[in-house]
C-alpha cells in the first residue's frame, strides 16, 4: 500500500497526470480499470482531470474543469461542438488551466485514455506544450464516442493519429485493438489485459454439487445493459422461459424487459456483486448482441470484457454467447476447457448447456475448477506489475514495441 512504500522506492513511480473522460474512480469500465491497476501506485504521484462522479471513489487528487466542448456534447449542439473542436476552431483544455490545477505537482508523464475525444487532444496538447512523454490507453475504437458530421471523420482521424504518433507508449485492451490501430493509423502498441479486482476468491467447489434454487438453473449477468447486452439478454427471455432457468441481473440500469424468469437484483460495489453472485447463482453468462454494425455492437471486434476476467475468479461455470468475430467468445473458443460458448443464434446449443448444468453436477464442478486454472492470463498483481513496466518506459521516453 502507498503507507509502506519508502522515499527511496517512491523515486521509482514517476509523477504521472491523467487526462481523460476515464480517470480512476469506481464507476464505469475503463475508470474501474485504472482504478484497480493504480491502486497501490503511491497518490501523491497521481493527479487526474477529467469527470468527476460524485457517488465514486477517486484514487487520486482530482479537478474536473469546466471544459467547453464536454460541456456542450451533453446538449443539442454535441455535433457541432466535437467538429468545431476536431478543427481546432474550439479550443481544448488551456495549458495555463491545468498548471493552475496542478498548483506545485509537476508530472513526468502524461496518461490519457482516449475514449471522449476533447480530453485525449488536451492531453496531447499539454504534454507537447511541456515537453513531456505521453501513452495512451485504448479500449474502444477511437471516435465511436466523440460524434462529429460525417464530412469530417478524416479530420477526426488525422487527429486522433497525431496523438498516438506523439505517444511513446501505446496500450491496446486485446490483440484485436492493436491491429486496429496499426491498419488504421499506422502506430504501434502493446497489449495490455485488464485485471479483475484484487482479493476476489473462488467460490467453494463443493457449492456445485447443488443448485441454489431447488431444481432450477440461476444464472447470473453483472455489469451495464448498455452495448448490447440488455438487448442480447432480451433476446433470450423465450430461450430463457423454454429451458426453465433463472436469470438474475446485477447492473446499474434496470431492464427495460420483464419475465418470470428474470429477476433485477439492484446495483452493487465491485466487491459485493461478485460475493452475491456466488451465493445467489449457479453459473454467469456474457452474452453479446448477434446483430453487427450498430454504434453498440461495433466494440465487440476490438475490445476486451472486464467481464470475462472477473468470471473466471468466480469458480463457477462461465458462458459466453455471441458471434464468433467478438473478442470474448474467441478467448472462450480458445479455451474450451474453461469456458461453455456458443455461436449459434439458434436457441438448441444453448439450451443444451443450460440442460447440462442443470442436471449434471459433476458437469458444473468441471466447469467451476477450471475457470480458475485460466484466470492466471489476468493475475491482478502480474497486470499491475506490467503496467508500472510500461508508465517507467514511457517517462523514459523509450519507444514502445509490438
Not at 487526474?48 to 449542439?77: H, N, V, W
Request: hydrophobic share 35%.
Amino acid at each position: 500500500m502507498v503507507s509502506t512504500i519508502s522515499s527511496d522506492s517512491l523515486m521509482s513511480y514517476p509523477k504521472i497526470l491523467i487526462i481523460s473522460s476515464q480517470i480512476p474512480q469506481t464507476i464505469h469500465a475503463g475508470s474501474l480499470q485504472l482504478y484497480r491497476v493504480l491502486e497501490n501506485y503511491p497518490k501523491q504521484n497521481i493527479r487526474s482531470i477529467g469527470p468527476m462522479e460524485p457517488k465514486a471513489e477517486q484514487l487520486s487528487e482530482t479537478y474536473d474543469p469546466f471544459l467547453l466542448p464536454i460541456r456542450l456534447t451533453t446538449t443539442r449542439f454535441s455535433f457541432l461542438a466535437n467538429t468545431l473542436n476536431t478543427l481546432r476552431l474550439l479550443p481544448d483544455l488551456p495549458v495555463k488551466r491545468i498548471d493552475k490545477l496542478l498548483g506545485d505537482f509537476r508530472p513526468d508523464l502524461v496518461v490519457t485514455l482516449i475514449e471522449i475525444l476533447p480530453y485525449a487532444f488536451a492531453a496531447l496538447r499539454y504534454a507537447k506544450t511541456k515537453g513531456l512523454p505521453l501513452m495512451t490507453i485504448t479500449m474502444d475504437k477511437p471516435g465511436d464516442f466523440t460524434y462529429i458530421y460525417p464530412s469530417f471523420k478524416a479530420a477526426q482521424l488525422r487527429r486522433i493519429q497525431e496523438i498516438y504518433q506523439y505517444a511513446n507508449v501505446n496500450l491496446g485492451v486485446s490483440k484485436e485493438m492493436t491491429e486496429y490501430l496499426r491498419s488504421t493509423f499506422k502506430t504501434k502498441s502493446d497489449v495490455l489485459y485488464f485485471c479483475p479486482p484484487g482479493g476476489l476468491e473462488a467460490r467453494d467447489p463443493q457449492k456445485a454439487a447443488a443448485l441454489r434454487n431447488g431444481s432450477t438453473l440461476t444464472i447470473g449477468y453483472a455489469g451495464s445493459l448498455n452495448l448490447g447486452y440488455g438487448q442480447q439478454l432480451s433476446s433470450l427471455v423465450q430461450t430463457f422461459e423454454k429451458a426453465g432457468v433463472k436469470i438474475n441481473i446485477y447492473s446499474i440500469n434496470q431492464p427495460t424487459f420483464s419475465s418470470p424468469e428474470i429477476t433485477y437484483r439492484g446495483s452493487f460495489t465491485q466487491y459485493e456483486v461478485w460475493e452475491r453472485i456466488k451465493e445467489e447463482c449457479d453459473a454467469v453468462i456474457l452474452p453479446y448482441y448477434f446483430h453487427y454494425g450498430t454504434k453498440d455492437t461495433s466494440v465487440y471486434s476490438t475490445h476486451f470484457p472486464t467481464k470475462l476476467s472477473e468470471y473466471l475468479t468466480l469458480g463457477m461455470p462461465v458462458i459466453v454467447i455471441g458471434p464468433e468475430w467478438a473478442t470474448g467468445v474467441k478467448w472462450a473458443k480458445a479455451h474450451p476447457d474453461a469456458v461453455l460458448c456458443s455461436t449459434k443464434k439458434e436457441d438448441n446449443e444453448l439450451i443444451s448447456i443450460f440442460d447440462k448444468l442443470t442436471t449434471d453436477a459433476a458437469f458444473r464442478l468441471k466447469y467451476s475448477l477450471n475457470p480458475v486454472k485460466a484466470k492466471e492470463e489476468f493475475s491482478p498483481p502480474v497486470i499491475k506489475k506490467q503496467f508500472l513496466n510500461y508508465i517507467q518506459k514511457a517517462e523514459k521516453n523509450t519507444v514502445c514495441t509490438s
